[in-house]
């Protein structure tokens, strides 16, 4: 077996590692029940996150292109700055999931009926957001080339399922 056979999966492993590590470090970090006030709870809404589907769509990289005087450093320039205000979104995103996520179990804990289906739905919507979360950030790092990120609708979607989830459980 040659060397490069055996370092290239080496490198590769440790490439995901270095790429995963800071994601799961922000999908796990801990917020605090002090950080969920009622005029956050009630300012909150999934349709801030809105804007996020359009940052990196392509019509806007291609219409610049047809433009006189395009130089390519200022579409690079255009797409850096815009990962990094998507990434800014995504972070605070994720803030946004942790606390209603938090807040969803506090109300758990309070309550005195079995909420075993509830607490259940809340642990696989963690596990789907994370999963969308660290695919988001790996399809981030392609978007330097012009690929655009495709699963930003489903984030969304699943801040706005935990919302949702949150609702029924303060009404009940």
Known sequence: MSVPL???PIVLFIAVLVFAIPVLFRLLRQCHLADITPEWLEAFTPATYRPMELL?????FSFLLRQPGFESSIGKK???DRVRIFRQYLHRLISDFNRLHLYA?????????DQSA??????????????????????LCVAYFG???????????????????LSALSAA
């Open 118 to 139: 509830i607490l259940t739905r809340l642990v696989w919507l963690r596990l789907r957001f994370s999963f969308t979360v660290l695919r988001l950030e790996l399809s």
């Open 147 to 165: 690929f655009q990120p495709r699963l930003v609708s489903r984030a969304i979607a699943q801040l706005d399922e935990m919302s949702t989830c």
């Open 105 to 113: 179990r506090y109300l758990l804990s309070r309550s005195e009926e």
């Open 56 to 60: 990196l769509a392509e019509e806007d």
């Open 6 to 8: 055996v370092i290239a």
């Open 78 to 80: 255009l797409r850096q």
